[in-house]
């Protein structure tokens, strides 16, 4: 049975939003073997990369770079003196991530530790001075001290999945204290750089999912009367249409605990079918064509979704999550592509409807009454669902020239198709196998 998709250039549905974003940036190569990817990544477009995880990557610098203990290595010493921050590691990153036209969305904290003994996820000894710390590190990077730079960073946010693991965990991998222990910390650190800087965007936790720990956490914070600009939280999942329902979840929360104004940021979601017995089909379903086509449909249905921005994990180098760019060679992989044409339709600024018969085609527009720009794709979570045939129809019709990119496990953004619509042509018809992504460009005729 055919398929139906129309695509209503009448219907505009608001700005396209900044769902392109991702974490970590790019490599520039260097002539000691290690490859490099700053053109691919540049030429993408993201509009903001986030410092998370930077730690684990030796092209960015390794343990030396970002987390608040590899900026400021010895807690016992004087914050207020230059000479207590080692910066070099972590300028250099930021500075590629800026160079590369990417905003830097900071993350003021540390990075996962999945080990036996835990070093930096440990709370903090004293929160007040950690907050002044992290107030330094604002100042280096934005305001020129201790020899720092004007990068204009407007994001920072605190700390990364403190509810990953419950209070009674033996291991606990991203916050080593107890739940009424983060709202204390978050509370000292939120108000304390707000204070210092109400013109930037303070926000955080970006929880690990436990949607009653973010409930309790807003609460909390609503009635402690903390600054939220942001509130951040993740999802890895198998199902585009579940994940995109959980932002109109997290939305509801921050209107109910009196924080209408915050943004709402998914800055960490990827393909995950399961994290056990399923991770290894997880791992290469999210670096091939699966995991590009979920992508895919994830940027088409959050388009329509509460939420302000989405953040692709991974985007860091080497790294056995990330689908933009190959684990080993750094070129670009099968989800660089739905990338690229989503920086196309976000040039043209204006989102427009699209209607789909079928629940396993997604589709994504945008026009500048001219010319169009449509990311399609096929996807289900079951590997075996057949492919079929798509009527795509152009509402109302128009004379146009129509150009299919195909991104499919042969091809990577490749021209397989060209047509000419003329008058009383409304549309065509279009072969859409399981996993397919299309960039479709239309363009007026002369």
């Keep these: 049975m055919k398929s139906e998709l129309t695509i209503l250039f009448d219907r505009p549905t608001g700005p396209v939003r900044r769902l392109?974003?991702?974490?970590?940036?790019?490599?520039?190569?260097?002539?000691?073997?290690?490859?490099?990817?700053?053109?691919?990544?540049?030429?993408?477009?993201?509009?903001?990369?986030?410092?998370?995880?930077?730690?684990?990557?030796?092209?960015?610098?390794?343990?030396?770079?970002?987390?608040?203990?590899?900026?400021?290595?010895?807690?016992?010493?004087?914050?207020?003196?230059?000479?207590?921050?080692?910066?070099?590691?972590?300028?250099?990153?930021?500075?590629?991530?800026?160079?590369?036209?990417t905003g830097v969305f900071y993350r003021l904290g540390q990075s996962i530790e999945h080990w036996t003994k835990k070093y930096g996820t440990i709370p903090p000894r004293d929160f007040a001075k950690w907050a002044r710390i992290c107030e330094h590190i604002v100042r280096h990077l934005n305001e020129g001290w201790a020899d720092g730079h004007r990068f204009g960073i407007e994001y920072w946010e605190i700390w990364n999945e403190p509810d990953l693991d419950p209070d009674d965990s033996p291991n606990k991998r991203c916050w080593g204290g107890t739940k009424a222990q983060f709202f204390d910390f978050f509370e000292t650190a939120a108000k304390h750089l707000k204070a210092a800087f109400p013109a930037l965007r303070i926000g955080g936790p970006a929880l690990a999912g436990d949607r009653g720990w973010a409930a309790d956490f807003l609460a909390e914070m609503s009635r402690r009367g903390v600054p939220l600009d942001f509130f951040s939280w993740h999802v890895y999942e198998k199902d585009p249409r579940r994940l995109a329902g959980l932002c109109s979840v997290y939305r509801e929360l921050l209107d109910r605990n009196g924080y209408p104004d915050a943004e709402s940021i998914l800055d960490?979601?990827?393909?995950?079918?399961?994290?056990?017995?399923?991770?290894?089909?997880?791992?290469?379903?999210?670096?091939?064509?699966?995991?590009?086509?979920?992508?895919?449909?994830?940027?088409?249905?959050c388009q329509d979704r509460p939420v302000d921005m989405l953040m692709y994990y991974d985007a860091r180098a080497h790294c056995g999550m990330n689908g933009l760019f190959d684990v080993l060679t750094l070129e670009p992989g099968k989800t660089y592509w739905p990338?690229?044409?989503?920086?196309?339709?976000?040039?043209?600024?204006?989102?427009?409807?699209?209607?789909?018969?079928?629940?396993?085609?997604?589709?994504?527009?945008?026009?500048?009454?001219?010319?169009?720009?449509?990311?399609?794709?096929?996807?289900?979570?079951?590997?075996?669902?057949?492919?079929?045939?798509?009527?795509l129809s152009f509402s109302p019709a128009r004379d146009c020239d129509v150009r299919f990119f195909l991104t499919d496990a042969a091809h990577d953004r490749a021209l397989v198709r060209e047509e000419t619509l003329g008058p009383g042509r409304r549309g065509l018809c279009l072969p859409l196998k399981l996993f397919d992504v299309y960039q479709i460009s239309v363009s007026p005729r002369a």
């Design 20 to 101: 392109n974003a991702v974490n970590n940036g790019p490599v520039r190569g260097r002539s000691d073997q290690t490859c490099g990817n700053f053109d691919s990544y540049s030429a993408a477009g993201f509009p903001y990369a986030r410092t998370h995880d930077a730690a684990y990557c030796s092209a960015y610098g390794g343990p030396h770079t970002v987390d608040v203990t590899a900026v400021f290595p010895d807690f016992a010493a004087d914050e207020n003196d230059p000479a207590s921050y080692d910066f070099c590691l972590t300028d250099e990153y930021i500075g590629a991530i800026a160079a590369s036209g």
């Design 268 to 301: 960490e979601w990827n393909y995950v079918r399961n994290w056990d017995t399923q991770w290894l089909y997880s791992l290469r379903a999210m670096t091939g064509i699966k995991g590009a086509s979920f992508a895919a449909a994830t940027l088409c249905l």
């Design 339 to 391: 990338y690229l044409a989503f920086r196309d339709l976000a040039a043209l600024c204006t989102a427009v409807r699209t209607e789909s018969s079928d629940p396993t085609v997604f589709a994504l527009a945008s026009s500048d009454g001219a010319a169009a720009q449509i990311l399609l794709t096929r996807y289900a979570e079951d590997d075996g669902t057949p492919g079929g045939d798509v009527q």
